[in-house]
């Protein structure tokens, strides 16, 4: 319960009031079972659980390097050689992300985007084209098609990772905003 005209939260109420997380926008401590901030209402749940990251790529060392870069990170990562194994992925937990490659047997890149964002349950997932493809018509047709960045390969994983983290909004790593909010 909150106090009226205080905003503040009555601790006593709570058995452990230590137990607690700093919301990252306004900073005002919550107790952590709670699921949005009692201050500002930012849902503090979404901030502390790991977005989740699926890697398409028919290279089995590209998927392998993704996968490690971003666990390493704190995102849940999963990864399809196929856009037919991504599709069942999805199907059964829609990703925060994709990165895909471009050039893929059966079903393209861009193919692939479009696909998702025709539909309604897939088409806000953020997008990543990673490829080797470098023409500017190329990249022109994929961002038009609903990407939201194009990294052409070889890349820098830092500018991988910044890449994602600017997609969802978040200019830190997730585990150093986790960090931080359970400080």
């Known amino acids: 319960m909150i106090q009226q005209g205080t905003g503040e939260i009555?601790?006593?109420l709570f058995k452990n009031p230590m137990n607690t997380v700093l919301c990252p926008t306004c900073?005002?401590?919550?107790?952590?079972?709670?699921?949005f901030c009692g201050h500002c209402g930012y849902n503090?749940?979404?901030?502390?659980?790991?977005?989740?990251?699926?890697?398409?790529d028919d290279e089995p060392y590209i998927m392998q390097l993704l996968q490690h870069l971003f666990e390493l990170e704190g995102y849940e990562v999963r990864v399809a050689s196929n856009v037919k194994e991504a599709l069942a992925q999805i199907a059964c937990e829609v990703p925060s992300v994709v990165i895909t490659d471009m050039m893929m047997p059966e079903i393209n890149g861009n193919q692939f985007i479009e696909m998702l964002k025709k539909d309604p349950q897939t088409r806000r997932v953020k997008i990543i084209a990673l490829t080797v493809l470098d023409a500017?018509?190329?990249?022109?047709?994929t961002v038009l098609l609903g990407a939201d960045d194009y990294i052409c390969k070889p890349f820098d994983p830092q500018e991988l990772l910044w890449s994602v983290q600017r997609v969802l909004g978040r200019?830190?790593?997730f585990k150093e905003q986790r960090e931080?909010?359970?400080?």
């Open 180 to 183: 931080k909010a359970l400080d």
């Open 44 to 56: 503090l749940a979404e901030h502390l659980s790991a977005p989740s990251i699926l890697v398409v």
């Open 171 to 173: 200019f830190h790593s």
């Open 10 to 12: 009555p601790w006593k």
């Open 136 to 141: 500017f018509d190329e990249i022109r047709k």
């Open 27 to 35: 900073e005002f401590e919550s107790p952590s079972e709670f699921r």
